[in-house]
């Protein structure tokens, strides 16, 4: 079995989701490596990146949450330290395993009042202007994502070449 991808593609479909929900996302693939990304900078990402006390924070995060998918193989999110939502989802169909999406740097709707911000109110204005998802914007995504990725971009070749067997 082989899985190929469709780089280009992937990177469209990235960024095209993105464009339309506001999240910043990244693909890995099946070993976990870097394949391709769509980046949407913030003025409040820039900021925290800028301050240098938080910088490191931010890769933290996205490894956090991460290694929590890679261990669970399910979709994991959370609220890193800045009052972000971090995600990783599986790409997953009929068993096979193909990748990973990252995807962040939005606010969750509804949530406005976090510690980061009571800590550090000069990030307030800058975080209020964030993008933001409901829940049942982010389990829509969830549900389509993988069936775009592997009717657009990830193809499975089960066919067993016969030099292998050999």
Known sequence: MNINYDIPKIQQILCDLSNLTGLSMAFLDSNYQGQCRCINSTDFCSAIQASGEFAGKCANSDKSVLQK?????????????????????????????????????????GDEQNSFLSDNPEFCDLYRKLPSLSASQIES?????????????????????TEEIC
């Open 69 to 109: 998918c890679k261990q669970s193989r399910h979709f994991e999110s959370h609220i890193c330290y800045a009052g972000l939502y971090d995600a990783a989802m599986p790409i997953i169909k009929d068993g096979i395993f193909a990748g990973v999406i990252i995807m962040g740097r939005i606010r969750l709707e």
């Open 141 to 161: 995504l969830k549900n389509l994502f993988p069936n775009i990725l592997f009717q657009n971009g990830i193809y499975i070749n089960h066919d067993i070449d």
